[in-house]
Antibody, heavy 122, light 109 residues
């Protein structure tokens, strides 16, 4: 059974870079059928898609975050990562890593990690 | 950019009631619309994709319909375990932008 696990600091200072890694188990990140994404949810608010990556390294970002986001993949470790620069308190959220469908369901989130709360505060 | 809206933002209904949630896209998105359920304190769960295709394991009281710009999620007989926030999401767009709607919170009256 596929499992996704986020890891990284739970507290980041304003203006610094938020870095998270998602470790995939029970499946290969190199599968041609899927994309891998990051989604966040500020406390008490809705879901926001951050971006997605294919195992080949092709990336797609939310235009509202594109200037600050980098998503990368490490197929040798079955991991993908998120970097969000110049964070502010508005970036405080639960960050989910996710598996997304390809082809006809390109972007549908079929599997979610448990989520990790990242707080931006000095 | 295509924007997604949902109505109502919240609703309260009795057990056994038929509940309908609407999702609207600012431009046509064919049937590239998914619905998710997020129970309090839990991870979201995929309910429906392609506007009306039920994900495996999802109870048949959930159904979806629509195409183009207007979509609905219907719970035919509301159950206590359906208390959750429901989100729509557009997908398979060019360029890829997988925007979620703002959510509809469903409570039991």
């Amino acid at each position: 059974q596929l499992q996704l696990q986020e890891s990284g600091p739970g507290l980041v200072k304003p203006s610094e870079t938020l870095s998270l890694t998602c470790t995939v188990s029970g499946g290969s990140i190199s599968s041609s059928s899927y994309y891998w994404g990051w989604i966040r949810q500020p406390p008490g608010k809705g879901l926001e898609w951050i971006g997605s990556i294919y195992y080949s390294g092709s990336t797609y970002y939310n235009p509202s975050l594109k200037s600050r986001v980098t998503i990368s993949v490490d197929t040798s470790k079955n991991q993908f990562s998120l970097k969000l620069s110049s964070v502010t308190a508005a970036d405080t959220a639960v960050y989910y890593c996710a598996r997304q469908g390809g082809r006809a369901i390109f972007g549908v989130v079929t599997d979610w990690g448990q989520g990790t709360l990242v707080t931006v505060s000095s | 950019d295509i924007q997604m809206t949902q109505s109502p933002s919240s609703l309260s209904a009795s057990v056994g009631d038929r509940v309908t949630i609407t999702c609207r896209a600012s431009q046509g998105i064919s049937n590239y619309l998914a619905w998710y359920q997020q129970k309090p304190g839990k991870v979201p769960k995929l309910l429906i994709y392609a506007a009306s295709t039920l994900q495996s394991g999802v109870p048949s009281r959930f159904s979806g319909s629509g195409s183009g710009t207007d979509f609905t999620l219907t719970i035919s007989s509301l159950q206590p375990e359906d208390v959750a926030t429901y989100y729509c999401q557009k997908y398979n767009s060019a360029p890829p932008q997988f925007t979620f709607g703002p959510g509809t919170k469903v409570d039991i009256k």
